[in-house]
């Protein structure tokens, strides 16, 4: 027998109200997954921005760079063993004020290795080629350790692509420079067969300040975790330390015309602090700044103080204005 048609409607009317606030209620899971890794990603707070990986070539070498940020160009030149993702704890907040530059250096990250050994003339023409592809005619520079050895060199050869000077934990080179701890000479001696993660673990805390490794070991282990995440080749490793090595401008720094900035930290256990007075005497009105406490990767151990002092200087009116420079490709 065959249902009244009104009995149908109200059959079909249900079961259609039924489809739709299903429909309904699966909005929200599905928001959900798509929030969670679909078209729109969210980071956590804290967490590094990625941005793009562009490519410049010096000869044969090609070197892997991000830019990110608006502004007065910014590049930040890291030291031996460590790629951009040393900067992670400051980068981007100095990309609220400059269009900020990292580097893998040649022998690290997805930069190519070409066979040693390297020079600190070499790597400041890498940083060279990255202005040139960037499309940037001049910028200021924060070179750190091995890293402020290559912006001095990009400084005295070329100094017209350099606006100003920034140089953390680094030396004057050569017969100039204080030696370091002969326990830091004997641990860099075994850094690249640093394998196991607490051997690589007491290497870390080697380069940061005394209060941060007793009262802050989350720094400790994100260091660690992201040197385990990034491992570089002994043969590379060796190939940029001896750049370091070999380092010796004579005493030319007397030449720097650019307004220069000197960060130290007094707790430094891979440079011996000392090399920062020597460095200050040998540039024309170089500025001398100690963090007190910190050790060599002081901008680990003081981020905030470190982006905080750093774009005070680089700001500073006192100082000349950087030179014109052509844009420089959009962060994206």
Not at 283 to 305: K, M, N, S, T, V
């Amino acid at each position: 027998m065959a249902r009244p048609r009104g009995s149908r409607w109200t059959t079909r009317l249900r079961h259609r109200a039924g489809e739709t606030g299903s429909a309904v209620r699966a909005i929200p899971r599905r928001l959900g997954r798509w929030l969670q890794g679909g078209l729109l990603r969210v980071r956590k707070p804290g967490a590094p921005r990625v941005v793009p990986t562009h490519f410049a070539g010096n000869g044969s070498v090609a070197l892997a760079y991000d830019v990110r940020g608006h502004g007065a160009p910014l590049v930040l030149i890291q030291g031996l063993g460590v790629g951009r993702w040393g900067w992670a704890p400051v980068a981007d907040h100095l990309a609220r004020r400059f269009q900020v530059i990292t580097i893998d250096n040649r022998g690290i990250g997805a930069s190519d290795a070409p066979p040693g050994p390297y020079s600190t003339r070499a790597m400041a023409d890498d940083v060279l080629a990255v202005l040139d592809d960037a499309g940037v005619g001049s910028a200021s520079l924060v070179g750190t350790s091995l890293g402020g050895m290559v912006a001095q060199e990009l400084a005295l050869a070329h100094p017209d692509r350099v606006d100003k000077l920034v140089l953390v934990a680094t030396i004057p080179g050569g017969r100039l420079t204080a030696p370091m701890p002969l326990e830091t000479a004997r641990m860099l001696t075994w850094a690249p067969l640093m394998a196991s993660e607490t051997r690589l673990q007491g290497f870390v805390e080697h380069t940061l300040g005394p209060e941060t490794v007793r009262r802050r070991t989350e720094v400790v282990e994100r260091l660690t975790a992201q040197k385990l995440a990034h491992p570089q080749s002994e043969r590379a490793w060796r190939a940029q330390a001896t750049a370091g090595v070999l380092f010796d401008p004579l005493g030319r720094q007397r030449r720097i015309t650019q307004p220069t900035l000197i960060l130290q930290g007094t707790a430094d256990q891979v440079v011996n602090p000392d090399n920062a007075k020597l460095l200050a005497n040998l540039i024309p009105d170089a500025r001398l700044q100690y963090f007190d406490g910190a050790g060599h990767l002081l901008y680990w151990d003081e981020p905030q103080r470190f982006v905080r002092v750093v774009t005070g200087f680089l700001t500073d009116r006192a100082t000349p204005a950087p030179a014109p420079h052509r844009a420089v490709r959009n962060a994206g």
